[in-house]
Structures are given as structure tokens and as C-alpha cells.
């Protein structure tokens, strides 16, 4: 496993300014991601933060409304931008260490006024 | 800490009972199939999970079953416990082009009652 920290654990944030997320974890990892889990619902991945390179983004969420670090094998951070209150979500990030096992941060607890 | 089970399915069980959650998944060309539990306040946890070339897998005090026919899988829980009380999500990954991500289903809420 991997011990992955997220910071904020949570924010209250005004309508139209931006909060950036970190996520750290303790061991270099390839695969990193980044998903929304709206109130009471189940997880949407918004994207997979690489290494090096650009994110790869899910349909519907796009680098300009969540622009994504991934500086090294052991940092990312999300970006939400512009917010506004459809925003307010948890945001998880998760690292893959099997090819299908992920483990997850405590995630960022998020609202919009 | 706030809920995530606002709006979704609940199985309510007594405690030491064994508990069935139940999932229907829709990529029939997913090769594992992944169970997770996400305690209030704290992301999700990995469970248990099983190849898509299996139909049953245990592990302490857990069990996976596989129907591929049917597409369904199921989580048990023997004795089930107040500490189990949680989210469960089942979650599919691979198959077809959609290698490395993993696609959740829609969680059940799981209260124990003691």
C-alpha cells in the first residue's frame, strides 16, 4: 500500500476564485488520478495526472477548468478554477500501484459559496 | 463528518449477521472486478477483488462471487461487524480501451445495527 496525503482537508471557498489541491504520497508511484465524488453519489474520475507530460482528462472535464501538476513521481496537484457552487464535491486523488488496485487520500472536502 | 450515503441504496443488518451487497456492472470485457469501502470522512478503502476468470474469491471474513452470465457481482460479509458500516462501491477496471481506469458503480450504504 501507500500512504497518500491530501491537503487542504477541506475549504470554503467564494464564487469565481480558484483552490488548488495537492496530494503527496510516500513512495514514487506511475499512475496517479484525480476524481470528483459529489454529494452522495459514487466517484467520476476527472483525470490522470502524468508524469512529465500533460494530463489525460475524462470526457466532460477539461485542463482549463482543472488544470493538473505532476512535477515528479511523487507529487500532483489539481487545480478546480473559477469556482462556482456546482463545484462543491469531494476531491479524491488515488494512486495505482497494481495495475488494477488504486489507494486512495482521505480526499478534499470542498464547498462554494 | 458529512454522509456520502445521502442518496444511495441502504442495507441495514444486524450486527453478527452476514451481509450481501449486491452490484450490476456493465463492460463485459473488464478483467478485474474491485470492491471498496469508504468510511465516513475517508476515502476509499480496497477491499477485495477478483479476476474476471474467477467466479468466487475469499478473504478474512469477505467473500467476492462473479456471475459473469449475468453481470453481477456480490460482496459477503460473515458476522458482520459495527465497523463494517460504510460505503461499499464496486468498481470494474480494464477491458476494451478503457485499460488502467477504474469505472465505479453507484455504492450501497451499509448499516449494522447493534
Known amino acids: 500500500s501507500a500512504v497518500i496525503s491530501q491537503k487542504p482537508s477541506r475549504d470554503i471557498c467564494q464564487r469565481g476564485t480558484s483552490l488548488t489541491i495537492q496530494c503527496q504520497v510516500d513512495s514514487q508511484v506511475t499512475m496517479m488520478f484525480w476524481y470528483r465524488q459529489q454529494p452522495g453519489q459514487s466517484l467520476t474520475l476527472i483525470a490522470t495526472a502524468n508524469q512529465g507530460s500533460e494530463a489525460t482528462y475524462e470526457s466532460g472535464f477539461v485542463i482549463d477548468k482543472f488544470p493538473i501538476s505532476r512535477p515528479n513521481l511523487t507529487f500532483s496537484t489539481l487545480t478546480v478554477s473559477n469556482m462556482s457552487p456546482e463545484d462543491s464535491s469531494i476531491y479524491l486523488c488515488?494512486?495505482?500501484?497494481?495495475?488494477?488496485?488504486?489507494?486512495f487520500g482521505a480526499g478534499t472536502r470542498l464547498s462554494v459559496l | 463528518g458529512e454522509s456520502v450515503g445521502l442518496h444511495l441504496p441502504t442495507l441495514s443488518v444486524q450486527e453478527g449477521d452476514n451481509s450481501i451487497i449486491n452490484c450490476a456492472y456493465s463492460?463485459?470485457?473488464?478483467?478485474?472486478f474491485i470492491w471498496y469501502k469508504q468510511e465516513s470522512g475517508k476515502g476509499p478503502q480496497f477491499i477485495i477483488d477478483?479476476?474476471?476468470?474467477?467466479d468466487k474469491r475469499q478473504g478474512q471474513r469477505v467473500t467476492v462471487l462473479l456471475n459473469k452470465t449475468v453481470k453481477h457481482l456480490s460482496l459477503q460479509i460473515a458476522a458482520t461487524q459495527p465497523g463494517d458500516s460504510a460505503v461499499y462501491f464496486c468498481a470494474e477496471w480494464g477491458g476494451g480501451g478503457a485499460t488502467n481506469k477504474l469505472i465505479f458503480g453507484t455504492g450501497t450504504l451499509l448499516a449494522v445495527q447493534p
Open positions: 463492460n463485459s470485457a473488464s478483467d478485474y
Open positions: 477478483i479476476r474476471s476468470n474467477m
Open positions: 488515488s494512486v495505482g500501484l497494481a495495475k488494477n488496485i488504486q489507494y
